[in-house]
C-alpha cells in the first residue's frame, strides 16, 4: 500500500445504534482506500478501535451516496441495517433533506427521518427462495434440516433464525458460531434466536456473521420479524427487543422498514504510525 496516502493520517467517525457498534469513513471527496487489513486491525478493541462493522461512504450518481460494508474479519457484507441508519442520520442532518436514497450491494435503499431523532429505513423484500438466500441446495426456508427447525431468510446477507423458549438461556458464543459455518449456507450465516413474547413483540439475540455476538443488528432483526411472520407467531410490524435496546420493524409490500434512534459518538484521526504498520 502506498503510504504517502496516509501520511497526514486518517479521518474517520465512531457511530452506533443500540450499542451495535461502527467505524464509519467517508470518501465521498476522495481519500485514501480502505481495505480488509485496515478492517481487521481497526476492528480489535484494545489495539485499534473497535467496532461491530465498518462502513465506508462513496460518492454515488444514482444515490445520495454508495455504502460499502466490511466485518471485522475483514470479509465484505452486503448490507448493515444499522451502520445504514446512523449515516442516513448524518446525512440528513447535514444536508436537511427529509429522505434519502442510499444505494448498497443490496440495491437502494430509501431512509428517511422518523421524527424525534430517530431514523427509518427501508432494508427491501426480503428474499425466501433457497437460490436467493442463498442455500446450498433447494429445500423449504421457513423449515430447514437443521436440529432446531430454523428458518432461512435473505436481507442482502444470509440469515439463520431460531425460535427458542427463552432467548436469554442462549449459549451464544458456542451456538453462533456452529450455525454460521453450517454447510447448508455456503457464504456463511448470521444467526438470531427469537423468543416470542407476544404477537406484537420478541426478544432477540444475535451472532453476526465475521463478528461474533453483538448488542443488536438491523439486517438481523428484520430477518427475525420476518420469519416470526412467516411461522404466524406474530403479525408483521413488531417490536423487537435486542441486548442493546429496541427497534420497530414494520414488514411493508415495497419491504421491511426498520425505525431506531442511532448516536455518533467522536470523529478521530488515525494516525500515520499506525497505518504505517499494517
Known amino acids: 500500500m502506498d503510504q504517502?496516502?496516509?501520511?497526514?493520517?486518517?479521518?474517520?467517525?465512531?457511530?452506533?445504534?443500540?450499542?451495535?457498534?461502527?467505524?464509519?469513513f467517508d470518501r465521498r471527496e476522495g481519500g485514501a482506500p480502505v481495505t480488509a487489513a485496515l478492517a481487521r486491525a481497526l476492528a480489535d478493541r484494545h489495539r485499534g478501535v473497535g467496532f461491530d462493522q465498518l462502513a465506508v461512504i462513496e460518492p454515488d450518481a444514482q444515490s445520495d451516496a454508495f455504502l460499502r460494508f466490511l466485518n471485522a474479519?475483514?470479509?465484505?457484507?452486503?448490507?448493515?441495517?444499522?451502520?445504514t441508519r446512523c449515516i442516513a442520520r448524518m446525512i440528513l442532518d447535514e444536508t436537511g433533506k427529509p429522505a434519502l436514497r442510499l444505494r448498497t450491494e443490496r440495491g437502494v435503499l430509501a431512509a428517511?427521518?422518523?421524527?424525534g431523532g430517530r431514523t427509518r429505513v427501508n432494508m427491501g423484500a426480503p428474499l425466501t427462495d433457497w437460490a436467493d438466500?442463498?442455500?446450498?441446495?433447494?429445500?423449504?426456508?421457513?423449515?430447514?434440516?437443521i436440529e432446531g427447525d430454523p428458518v432461512a431468510t435473505g436481507m442482502g446477507n444470509p440469515h439463520c433464525t431460531f425460535f427458542v423458549p427463552d432467548a436469554a438461556a442462549v449459549a451464544l458464543e458456542?451456538?453462533?458460531?456452529?450455525?454460521?459455518?453450517?454447510?447448508l449456507f455456503p457464504q456463511r450465516t448470521n444467526v438470531e434466536f427469537v423468543q416470542v413474547l407476544s404477537p406484537h413483540a420478541i426478544r432477540l439475540r444475535i451472532w453476526e456473521r465475521g463478528t461474533g455476538v453483538t448488542?443488536?443488528?438491523?439486517?438481523?432483526?428484520?430477518?427475525?420479524?420476518v420469519a416470526?411472520?412467516?411461522?404466524?407467531?406474530?403479525?408483521?410490524?413488531?417490536?423487537?427487543?435486542?441486548?442493546?435496546?429496541?427497534?420497530?420493524?414494520?414488514?411493508r409490500e415495497d419491504g421491511v422498514w426498520m425505525e431506531a434512534p442511532t448516536a455518533h459518538i467522536f470523529t478521530g484521526w488515525l494516525t500515520p504510525a499506525f497505518l504505517a504498520a499494517l
Open 228 to 251: 416470526a411472520a412467516r411461522r404466524g407467531l406474530t403479525g408483521r410490524r413488531v417490536t423487537v427487543h435486542v441486548d442493546g435496546g429496541t427497534l420497530d420493524i414494520d414488514w
Open 4 to 24: 504517502t496516502l496516509f501520511r497526514d493520517g486518517l479521518r474517520f467517525m465512531k457511530m452506533h445504534g443500540l450499542g451495535n457498534d461502527f467505524v464509519v
Open 215 to 225: 448488542l443488536a443488528s438491523g439486517s438481523c432483526s428484520c430477518a427475525a420479524a
Open 112 to 115: 428517511e427521518d422518523a421524527g
Open 73 to 83: 474479519d475483514g470479509s465484505e457484507s452486503s448490507t448493515c441495517g444499522n451502520a
Open 133 to 145: 438466500v442463498p442455500l446450498a441446495r433447494a429445500m423449504d426456508t421457513l423449515h430447514l434440516p
Open 174 to 183: 458456542t451456538l453462533g458460531p456452529r450455525y454460521e459455518h453450517h454447510p
